[in-house]
């Protein structure tokens, strides 16, 4: 597995601090981009939490999924959240070291009582002693919220006194991506009172004991959720349910419920999102098609980035995304001129460098800039590099509808028929297009699509 170490490095530790107004939640910020620039400690919120003990438990959330591993469980994993300011809201992200779960707490308005939150994306630090200070806050006190350093602080502290270096996964990167583009594709399933997701919830298994049963399938009825033998027609899948143990965190506080999934496609696996309503904010985790299967070799955006129009489509997109914390492609297509179709490749290409990412309860993307190098992300996706490789070599050769590539000692006929192209290597064989195109597929469409590559094509 190719890795990178992202050096992440904070003013000071975050921490909870008492104070003349009350407890003071001190969120310190690692290098990032705002609309000012790249700066080495971004400031984005100071004010009150309208429900501080609900969003300490929100944040613990979001920090179990990024210290945790659903599968192969015995190699550790850990990565500071990632958060974004939007203008009128807060986001705090989070994947796991598995690559097989995706959190978000969006604290919204509403849970916001200060100066307008600023615009950007960071790491924010999450230490041991911030983690136990938040776990014993249990009455809504007056609690006090600073994301970024104090200004005076600032300017009397020489350098960074706290330094990480964490190992980051290019399979990592490649998540946040995948999952971006499995949400877009999902539909509200079901809709759960407070006491029906209390109930559903702690009634499922905490352990990893059901990980090999496979395709879990649930659907909406009068009482709530209820389990189904089949993937029945609004059913949505629930892969590994020990996954969704940190959603426990909220429980008591929780609204709501929302379920959101794929329409059911022939029984197969599918991703699924389990959002949680709170008083002004939403936990939110997004689950892979199996425990032990990533996001990263979903292959979701495979399409997009074969093409140079979507290069190109990309780079006048991200001019117009502004930070918004609501975009919509319809708008996109009208500011840019492009068709809808080629505005939804370019934010798919954009969610590739982890400048997009995708809002469930809005329908809707929003702007950050992961702070690391996510670009690599697509540099380094190995289905991508060699579709590459092959059509620069000139492996592929094209007769109408159907398309001959040499790769190795082998010669693989690659199909289209209805807009899908079939191929006639072990990936197809063994996945049928439910993980993306296989690279000879790919490498097909590049050349006819014209797309630029190493060396020529026939």
Not at 198 to 216: H, I, K, T
Not at 304 to 331: G, K, M
Not at 413 to 434: E, H, I, N
Request: charged fraction near 20%.
């Amino acid at each position: 597995m190719t890795r990178s170490v992202q050096a992440l490095a904070y003013a000071r530790p975050s921490a909870l601090e008492s104070s003349q107004v009350g407890a003071v939640l001190g969120l310190e910020t690692a290098g990032g981009l705002t609309p000012r620039g790249a700066e080495a400690h971004p400031r984005f919120f100071a004010g009150f939490l309208s429900a501080p003990r609900i969003a300490a438990r929100g944040l613990l959330a979001v920090a179990d999924v990024a210290a945790a591993r659903y599968y192969q469980r015995a190699l550790p994993a850990s990565l500071d959240p990632v958060v974004t300011g939007n203008g009128d809201r807060l986001r705090f992200e989070s994947f796991s070291g598995c690559c097989g779960v995706y959190a978000r707490l969006d604290v919204l308005q509403e849970g916001l009582d200060g100066e307008r939150t600023g615009h950007g994306t960071t790491n924010v630090d999450v230490n041991n002693p911030l983690r136990d200070a938040l776990s014993r806050i249990t009455a809504d006190d007056p609690l006090h919220l600073r994301v970024g350093p104090d200004e005076l602080a600032v300017t009397t502290l020489d350098g960074p006194v706290v330094e990480k270096k964490v190992p980051l996964p290019d399979r990592w990167l490649r998540g946040f991506a995948e999952a971006q583009v499995a949400s877009a594709g999902f539909d509200l399933r079901a809709e759960l009172t407070a006491a029906q997701a209390v109930a559903f919830l702690r009634s499922l298994p905490r352990g990893s004991g059901n990980a090999a049963r496979g395709a879990q399938w649930v659907v909406a009825s009068g009482s709530g959720l209820r389990p189904t033998t089949r993937p029945v027609p609004g059913a949505v899948c629930l892969p590994g349910p020990e996954r969704l143990v940190a959603l426990q965190r909220v429980l008591r506080h929780a609204t709501a419920l929302r379920v959101y999934g794929p329409p059911v496609a022939d029984g197969a696996a599918a991703a699924s999102a389990w959002e949680v309503v709170l008083p002004g904010m939403r936990l939110t985790l997004t689950l892979s098609p199996d425990s032990s299967r990533g996001f990263s070799g979903e292959g979701g955006v495979l399409e997009a980035l074969a093409t140079d129009d979507a290069a190109a489509d990309a780079e006048l997109v991200c001019v117009l995304l502004a930070w918004e914390p609501r975009i919509e492609p319809a708008s996109l297509a009208e500011q840019s001129g492009l068709s809808a179709e080629r505005v939804r490749a370019a934010l798919t290409r954009l969610g590739t460098a982890g400048r997009v990412g995708y809002d469930l309860a809005d329908a809707a993307y929003f702007h950050r800039e992961l702070p690391y190098d996510a670009d690599r992300a697509e540099r380094h996706n190995p289905r991508l590099v060699a579709a590459r490789e092959l059509a620069g070599a000139g492996a592929v050769t094209l007769d109408g509808t159907l398309a001959s590539v040499s790769s190795g000692d082998r010669r693989y006929q690659v199909r289209q028929s209805d807009g899908v192209l079939t191929c006639t290597c072990q990936w197809w064989a063994d996945y049928r297009g439910k993980r993306g195109p296989c690279k000879h597929a790919l490498a097909v469409t590049m050349v006819r699509r014209g797309a630029t590559v190493a060396g020529g094509v026939r």
